[in-house]
T-cell receptor, first 112, second 113 residues
Framework: GESVGLHLPTLSVQEGDNSIINCAYS??????FIWYKQESGKGPQFIID?????DKRQGQRVTVLLNKTVKHLSLQIAATQPGDSAVYFC???????????FGQGTRLTINP | KAGVTQTPRYLIKTRGQQVTLSCSPI?????VSWYQQTPGQGLQFLFE???????NKGNFPGRFSGRQFSNSRSEMNVSTLELGDSALYLC????????????FGPGTRLLVL
């Protein structure tokens, strides 16, 4: 069956460093991918998305990379700040299934 | 533009009771999806409604049901509550079924005792 998973459940980085959060997916029919950030007590917040016909997309301090050959997705956060501390989820979407499938999430902790 | 709103934010029920949760989507959004989030299972899709019709359904028992009103507001109902139903229930809206990006509300935290 389809599944979206994360390589690491937790990630701890120093403030100011870059963070890289990884995600593997198995559904080759997925054509759209989203990264969400969830802070404690809040719902997931949209960060950035990428379509399957793209390899890279940049936002403000964030970059998403997609490697369709190995079915791998990553989220890069530049110059991480204390406010970046949260759980990050990747999700994939296929037009066939018409629903988002979420990974388990990675907890990002920023050390001062 | 206001975001997705959910009521109530917190709820405590006992086993066997039923509960109704409410979601108001972003203005103009016609699709509403519901998810259950637990520490063990993560985010799991419950169902999606568009134009008052259920378009998609996850792998949950029939105790979980929902509906959507003409103003796109949605309700979710869980009957005969079980301890395992304790979770954060999240609602997400999107413009329509051809738009993939969903925007989430803050969730309703349900505790079943």
């Amino acid at each position: 069956g389809e599944s979206v998973g994360l390589h690491l459940p937790t990630l701890s980085v120093q403030e100011g460093d870059n963070s890289i959060i990884n995600c593997a997916y198995s559904n080759s029919a997925s054509d759209y991918f989203i990264w969400y950030k969830q802070e404690s007590g809040k719902g997931p917040q949209f960060i950035i998305d990428i379509r399957s016909n793209m390899d890279k997309r940049q936002g403000q301090r964030v970059t998403v990379l997609l490697n369709k050959t190995v079915k791998h997705l990553s989220l890069q956060i530049a110059a991480t700040q204390p406010g970046d501390s949260a759980v990050y989820f990747c999700a994939d979407y296929s037009q066939g299934a018409q629903k988002l499938v979420f990974g388990q999430g990675t907890r990002l902790t920023i050390n001062p | 533009k206001a975001g997705v709103t959910q009521t109530p934010r917190y709820l405590i029920k006992t086993r066997g009771q039923q509960v109704t949760l409410s979601c108001s989507p972003i203005s103009g959004h016609r699709s509403v999806s519901w998810y259950q989030q637990t520490p063990g299972q993560g985010l799991q899709f419950l169902f999606e409604y568009f134009s008052e019709t259920q378009r998609n359904k996850g792998n949950f028992p029939g105790r979980f049901s929902g509906r959507q009103f003409s103003n796109s507001r949605s309700e979710m109902n869980v009957s005969t509550l079980e301890l395992g139903d304790s979770a954060l229930y999240l609602c997400a809206s999107r413009l329509g079924t051809s738009q993939e990006t969903q925007y989430f509300g803050p969730g309703t935290r349900l505790l079943v005792l």
